[in-house]
Nanobody
Framework: QVQLVESGGGLVQAGGSLRLSCAASGYTFSNYAVGWFRQGPGKERAFVAS????????YYVDSVKGRFTISRDNAKNMVYLQMNSLKPEDTAVYYCAADPRPIYATTALTTIDYWGQGTQVSVSS
């Protein structure tokens, strides 16, 4: 059974940093691309960043470029999202998701195979 478990969320002041982690189990981790998505209050779930199966390629939404970094450790079945220079508009529930196909900003959420339960990130001004 495939499981994705996020951790690392919390409350931070604007300008601060957090590192989110996504622990995967139940499948061959290196066969799957992984993405981070977020859903802010009253908003739809949206793409934040993704990383290819062997970490050759990474993709980011424009609003986080230069501030967020996605990485993975296939030996540990882990994916990370380092978030720096956080802004109040980054406040959201953050989800990791995995799929054997590449994940892009244009990928339909309903086509992604596996999702975690989410972790709350709150940024105060």
């Amino acid at each position: 059974q495939v499981q994705l478990v996020e951790s690392g969320g919390g409350l931070v002041q604007a300008g601060g940093s957090l590192r989110l982690s996504c622990a995967a189990s139940g499948y061959t981790f290196s066969n799957y691309a992984v993405g981070w998505f977020r859903q802010g209050p009253g908003k739809e779930r949206a793409f934040v960043a993704s990383i290819s199966r062997l970490a050759v390629s990474t993709y980011y939404v424009d609003s986080v470029k230069g501030r967020f970094t996605i990485s993975r450790d296939n030996a540990k079945n882990m994916v990370y999202l380092q978030m720096n220079s956080l802004k109040p508009e980054d406040t959201a529930v953050y989800y990791c998701a995995a799929d054997p196909r590449p994940i892009y900003a244009t990928t339909a959420l309903t086509t992604i195979d596996y999702w975690g339960q989410g972790t709350q990130v709150s940024v105060s001004s």
